[in-house]
């Protein structure tokens, strides 16, 4: 599995890359912000952008800032000509821009589809759902990006919980343990009904509200989300890479790298999480406290 780093911050590149455990970057406005509040506001941003080119092992995903069709492959004609001459420039186009769910629906997919016959790699981005990846990846994405952080954030708030209340930003949402709860709900509610037909069952206003409860149209978390676009590419060889987005934690790294997601693109505060154990501190500390003097001598 590839690692891509998910920041703007060029310290953040030049460590990991020192390491060789990323393969590229991938950036957004809400990244860019927060490197240029960083700096006091000011920051050269050409100049920033050129330099995580230049830094990054592998692709850089640079994002549009407008919704339509014409806007957003006008700015995406505009990075990849300014900047694709100092690194491996990916043009970032959300998969479905539009702002109310009526205008600008199919301008991502339109946009996609003309970036790709120009040859400039685009990554479908902000993708929730396998339809979208699916569509996504017919249009010509060279990568689409599912965001499984936020797809666990939305279910635990459909479910009722409440972030930095109930859960934190990069705590795992354990979907097997909310399908076992999801279950014995589900039970107890059918056990209470006196329905002479499956049918009546199925149509139970209670029985559909609570099966629905805890997934968002047959989706049980970020990850499943993952594995089911994964799924669908291998059904039908297609060559577009999925990017496992928005992860909030190594366990779901974890996870994503068990089904063979192509690549993860990840926060620098998970590499540090992935790499920290408490036995692996405990262990180390009895090594270093067990080491005997004539062993030490060797290294005189």
């Known amino acids: 599995m590839k690692i891509f780093l998910d920041t703007a911050e060029i ?38 952008i050129k330099e995580i080119l230049r830094t990054s092992p592998g692709p850089v995903s640079l994002e549009v800032i407008s919704v339509s069709y014409e806007e957003m492959v006008k700015e995406a004609k505009l990075l990849y000509e300014k900047f694709a001459g100092y690194g491996e420039v990916v043009i970032k186009i959300p998969v479905c821009p539009s702002l109310d769910g009526e205008s600008n629906i199919y301008d991502g997919l339109m946009t996609i589809r003309t970036l790709s016959e120009l040859g400039i790699p685009v990554n479908a981005t902000l993708v929730m759902t396998p339809e979208q990846a699916l569509l996504a990846a017919k249009a010509g994405a060279a990568y689409v990006s599912p965001f499984a952080g936020r797809i666990d954030d939305y279910l635990r708030d459909k479910l009722g919980m409440k972030r930095g209340k109930d859960y934190k930003k990069e705590d795992y949402y ?53 594995r089911s676009i994964l799924q669908i590419f291998s059904n039908y060889g297609f060559k577009t890479e999925v990017i496992a987005s928005s992860m909030r934690n190594a366990r779901q790294v974890r996870e994503v ?16 999480e992935m790499l920290l154990h408490h036995k692996t501190i405990e262990g180390i500390n009895a090594f270093v406290k067990d080491v005997v003097e004539p062993y030490r001598k060797i290294f005189e």
């Open 257 to 272: 790298a068990e089904l063979g997601v192509h690549i993860a693109t990840i926060p620098f505060y998970v590499l540090k």
């Open 11 to 48: 310290e953040e590149i030049k460590f990991a890359t020192s390491l060789g455990i990323i393969d590229g970057v991938t950036t957004n406005p809400s990244l860019i912000k927060q490197a240029v509040d960083k700096r006091g506001g000011s920051i050269n941003m050409e100049e920033y």
């Open 174 to 226: 354990d979907f097997e343990l909310m399908g076992i709860l999801e279950s014995e709900k589900l039970s107890r509610i059918l056990s209470s009904l006196e329905l002479d037909s499956l049918a009546k069952a199925y149509l139970d206003e209670r029985v559909r509200s609570a099966a629905a409860l805890a997934n968002d149209n047959g989706i049980y978390s970020g990850v499943d989300l993952v």
